[in-house]
């Protein structure tokens, strides 16, 4: 019979650090304080909330200087906070797992390129991971994997024979969720996407949940960029949990499964801070 593929399982402290590149930015949420139109980083306090609103004439009238009021800015914020947050944490997460399982070193799971701003000074805009074929030279059967891989999503994306015989490895930004439109982040995304190529880099938008505007994952495939999202499956060309599974060697849907527990504990703590007014 043949062997059954061992997929990679981190030993127990490598899984709590895993947990922990995930959500401890999730705690910055937790001290989230809306600024109500002031300068203070830091946010307004309840009794500030209190005054600001209670000394205006029209919301005291009205009854917007109450706690629920506070309640609702606070959660409204924290929300954005908590996707921004988990997306950090996400790349953490992503960047740790290929560079373990690949056995890469920091500089060559890094990427980075150079752009210039309006004002003519030059800005480094840093990718979440990169896998170069190159770089797997402890691995063979990891490396073969990619190729075929790279090979595969080539020709799934409408690339050239050419074009795939060019490719060195992939460049990835990884995301908690794509739901937003926004013209500016398609705009970076899609640069990003350009000088990956010019370096024959694959440009991969990978994001772990399923929540991802239809409207973008179109618009990026037809600039020839690969977006993979959460959905649970087989083809590791769209699916994020197939893509760890087959080619990086790393269950992240059964380590997520594993964790759940600790995972939703910790989220809602989070949240509970959220929508209290304290």
Same mark, same amino acid.
């Given at each position: 019979?043949?062997?059954?593929?061992?997929?990679?399982?981190?030993?127990? +402290?490598?899984?709590?650090?895993?947990?922990?590149?995930?959500?401890?930015?999730? +705690?910055?949420?937790?001290?989230?304080?809306?600024?109500?139109? /002031?300068?203070?980083?830091?946010?307004?306090?309840?009794?500030?909330?209190?005054?600001?609103?209670?000394?205006?004439?029209?919301?005291?009238?009205?009854?917007?200087?109450?706690?629920?009021?506070?309640?609702?800015?606070?959660?409204?914020?924290?929300? @954005?906070?908590?996707?921004?947050?988990?997306?950090?944490?996400? +790349?953490?997460?992503?960047?740790?797992?290929?560079?373990?399982?690949? *056995?890469?070193?920091?500089?060559?799971?890094?990427?980075?390129?150079?752009?210039?701003?309006?004002?003519? /000074?030059?800005? @480094?805009? @840093?990718? $979440?991971?990169?896998? +170069?074929?190159?770089?797997?030279?402890?691995?063979?059967?990891?490396?073969?994997?990619?190729?075929?891989?790279?090979?595969?999503? %080539?020709?799934?994306?409408?690339?050239?024979?050419?074009?795939?015989?060019?490719?060195?490895?992939?460049?990835?930004?990884?995301?908690?969720?794509?739901?937003?439109? $926004?013209?500016?982040?398609?705009?970076?995304?899609?640069?990003?996407?350009?000088?990956?190529?010019?370096?024959?880099?694959?440009?991969? *938008?990978?994001?772990?949940?399923?929540?991802?505007? /239809?409207?973008?994952?179109?618009?990026?495939?037809?600039?020839?960029?690969?977006?993979?999202?959460?959905?649970? %499956?087989?083809?590791?060309?769209?699916?994020?949990?197939?893509?760890?599974?087959?080619?990086?060697?790393?269950?992240?849907?059964?380590?997520?499964?594993?964790?759940? $527990?600790?995972?939703?504990?910790?989220?809602?703590?989070?949240?509970?801070?959220? *929508?209290?007014?304290?």
């Amino acid at each position: 019979m043949p062997r059954t593929k061992r997929l990679y399982l981190p030993p127990p +402290d490598s899984e709590q650090r895993y947990l922990n590149l995930l959500l401890d930015p999730l +705690d910055a949420c937790a001290h989230y304080k809306p600024k109500f139109g /002031t300068e203070d980083s830091a946010g307004v306090t309840l009794e500030q909330f209190k005054v600001l609103y209670g000394e205006d004439p029209f919301y005291h009238w009205i009854g917007l200087d109450s706690d629920l009021m506070y309640a609702a800015h606070k959660a409204a914020g924290g929300m @954005t906070s908590i996707y921004r947050q988990l997306g950090a944490g996400v +790349d953490n997460l992503f960047r740790a797992i290929i560079k373990d399982s690949l *056995l890469l070193s920091e500089e060559e799971v890094g990427w980075f390129f150079e752009i210039e701003k309006q004002d003519g /000074t030059k800005a @480094t805009l @840093t990718l $979440d991971a990169r896998i +170069d074929v190159e770089h797997i030279t402890r691995k063979p059967d990891a490396r073969e994997r990619v190729v075929d891989w790279l090979k595969r999503c %080539g020709t799934y994306l409408g690339l050239s024979e050419k074009r795939i015989k060019q490719l060195r490895g992939a460049v990835f930004e990884a995301r908690q969720g794509y739901k937003s439109a $926004d013209a500016k982040r398609q705009a970076a995304d899609l640069r990003f996407a350009m000088n990956a190529s010019i370096e024959n880099y694959l440009p991969v *938008l990978s994001i772990v949940s399923a929540q991802a505007s /239809t409207a973008v994952v179109r618009r990026y495939k037809n600039a020839k960029m690969l977006v993979i999202t959460g959905v649970l %499956g087989d083809d590791d060309r769209i699916s994020t949990y197939a893509f760890f599974s087959k080619i990086v060697g790393f269950n992240l849907d059964v380590f997520f499964q594993r964790n759940t $527990d600790a995972m939703r504990q910790r989220c809602q703590k989070v949240l509970a801070v959220l *929508l209290t007014p304290e």
